[in-house]
């Protein structure tokens, strides 16, 4: 999505700004929101963990978060605007950068970035982004020396590493034959080493194939393309299904922190 925004958005003027549901800019206003974004020439977006943030040549940055259904789209602006369009960006040139979200969990919000703390508090809580930043070997095993929760409900853990949810978890857990249950603090130096180069792998692959698309269809692209990594998937969604990797055992699903957790338990002892 950020490499979208680079290539489709970055460097427009937005000219103008509508809000049609105040939940999707709740942390300021609607009012707010379009006064300091009109008028403005986005600069750059980046990414950390799953907040997308821009900036804008007033100052002013511009932060995203699409949550469970949240979905960006760049259409001309006589497309029909799809249903649950709860923000819309004007840009010059005759696009419209639409946000859309059936569930209503995901947010804008524009903001000075002085006041990130109050504004946006959780951004200073986020830990390494494995992808944006450095997250070497050693610091790795720091963090999985923190505690002996299990080492998938570590990985959730924004707090820590930024950006890793429940599909990639489970993907990176299976590639590296860790099973999600085991203490994170009792994850060896072997292992530690192949869930380092995992987690690189599975991320960067993922990003390649645009992302993962399920059956809901809700996640896509700027252009409303759906990813492909959901075919490569090895666990994730296969509770009942041999194993495609090692073809002797059958995947597994349980809850594990909050969160249903799908595993081989003859790649992943």
């Given at each position: ?6 290539s489709r958005v970055v460097g427009r003027l937005v000219v103008d700004a509508w809000v049609g549901r105040p939940r999707a800019v709740r942390r300021t206003s609607a009012a707010e929101l379009i006064a300091r974004v009109r008028g403005t020439r986005i600069e750059r977006f980046d990414r950390r ?221």
């Open positions: 999505m950020r490499r979208g925004l680079e963990g799953k907040y997308l943030l821009g900036r804008l040549d007033s100052g002013d940055h511009l932060m995203v978060h699409l949550r469970m259904s949240g979905q960006l789209l760049v259409e001309r602006v006589d497309a029909p605007r799809p249903r649950h369009t709860h923000v819309v960006f004007v840009l010059e040139g005759g696009d419209e950068l639409r946000f859309v979200d059936p569930r209503t969990f995901g947010e804008v919000v524009a903001f000075d970035p002085d006041e990130v703390d109050r504004v946006l508090p959780e951004l200073a809580r986020l830990g390494v982004d494995p992808v944006a930043e450095t997250l070497d070997l050693p610091r790795l095993r720091a963090i999985l020396r923190t505690t002996y929760r299990p080492v998938k409900a570590l990985l959730l853990d924004q707090s820590w590493i930024a950006g890793i949810g429940n599909i990639y978890g489970d993907e990176i857990l299976h590639r590296s034959g860790i099973d999600p249950r085991r203490p994170a603090a009792r994850v060896n130096a072997a292992q530690s080493e192949r869930l380092h180069r995992a987690i690189g792998e599975v991320l960067g692959e993922a990003i390649a194939s645009g992302g993962s698309t399920l059956g809901d269809a809700q996640y896509v692209d700027l252009m409303g393309e759906g990813g492909s990594f959901q075919d490569q998937h090895r666990v994730y969604g296969r509770a009942g299904s041999r194993c495609v990797t090692c073809s002797r055992g059958v995947v597994v699903s349980a809850p594990i922190g909050g969160r249903t957790s799908s595993w081989c338990r003859v790649c992943q002892r």
